[in-house]
């Protein structure tokens, strides 16, 4: 967390002076121009500075050149990540600037050209590209950057080059790429992912937002002050929720839109994945293979504790289908709190709502910090590369300058709050964005398999044993095989 802590710090006091607009435009990277003209420079150059002295230097070379090759990152056309690596122009909106000067940084150190082929958003497309590119021995793309669903079945399946075998690329020590995906997202001696801040999409991670107003209105505690005394536990948070009903209108109906105030509001798509910052579905050996865990007791009573609350407690508004929308918590304000994506924070700006945000809540006094789920674009690498040292060397300046310009722009964008800041926000963005962890299992598991079981528990009048006992062969053997496949890859 001390590598953010001062740069932080700097945000909160440069907002004033820092353009904010429009999202960014959907275009791919123009040719770069010979000068910019950037009116947020100086606090930019402060704030990188800041930044820089927390770090260990680019392993890249300083003298590398490559005469103005022109590199290729292929990735995806999503709401969410289309816009993370293509920025044609300074625009004064700041995470627009921050991924063109991080692209222009790359560019003017290594005398290349960075441009992005964004496809559209197919999974069968894009393992259909991945594969027969490989097939075909096609240099095409430099770096791919998919979704783990995508990613971790093509890697596993020989189509990605292996990240330890690459120069420059350090993700033990390198602050810019994440070291629990390269750990966790790998078998044996080989990895063939990387998350990192190459991909702004990563920092999309999960909170809890709460409505302040609420919260003083009806005499419940702070959360902050819950974080900060280290009580902000799952057990309190729905002692909090579990029973905070009131039918405001009367009608002895439990309205959704309004006229009803809940504890909390979610659909069963998205808050079954507040398990997966608990339970623990693998566990790595000494020599890094795994050891599937999910019918631990522990995880019995993560997943029986959280599905009592989500479906039996009267002050969650829980939906049985869909994803959890932003509109129940800022339109009808009828939810104390709610589970959503830090990128939710730009939507919220347009509603005159004042709300908190928190870290997803610790399981009990026994974890130590406090933990957030992956998310975002992985990064990866063509088995067939012609030359694997420049793809290394472009991916690791581009992380590099990513750590230095777009976090804290992405930062700063999501704490634009209604022309003010809130210094405790800040401060719980600090912890989430310190807090990433991955797990093989939920990772490497299919629609079938684990990473899905929270969602089916959900949905089951089974008790855990038995549902457990119904397809922990099958889930299992999923995982197992997969990481042999990894292990028995050659290159």
Known sequence: MKRLHCLLLALLTALPLVACGAEPAEKETADTPETVVDETAAETETETETEEETMPPLSVPADLDYGGYEAHIYSFQHSGYHWEHVAEELTGEVLNDAIYNRNLATSDLLNVKITAVINKWDNDNFRYMVRTSAMSGSDEYDIYTGNTYNSTYLSANGYYYDVTKMPYIDPLNSPWWNKSAYEELSIGDKAFLLMGDICASNYSLEAVFFNKELITNNDLENPYTMVYEDRWLLDNMI??????YQDLNGNGVRDVESGDVYGIYGASHSVCNMAYYYLKIVEKTEDNYIKVNFGSERNEEILTKLKDWFTAS??????PDGWTDYVQFAEYENCVFVMQSLQRCVALRDYDLDYGIVPIPKYDELQEDFTAVGTGLVVSFPVSATDIERSAAIADTLSYYGRLYVLPAYVDNTLMYKGTRDEDAAKMIEIILDSVFYDFGKEY???????????????????FASFYEARNQSADKELYDVADKILALEQ
């Open 314 to 319: 009267d002050g969650f508004l829980y939906e």
């Open 239 to 244: 002692e909090m929720t579990k029973d905070f």
């Open 445 to 463: 598991s299919s629609f079938t398999g684990w990473s899905c079981a929270m969602l089916d528990f959900q949905r089951t009048n089974q008790g």
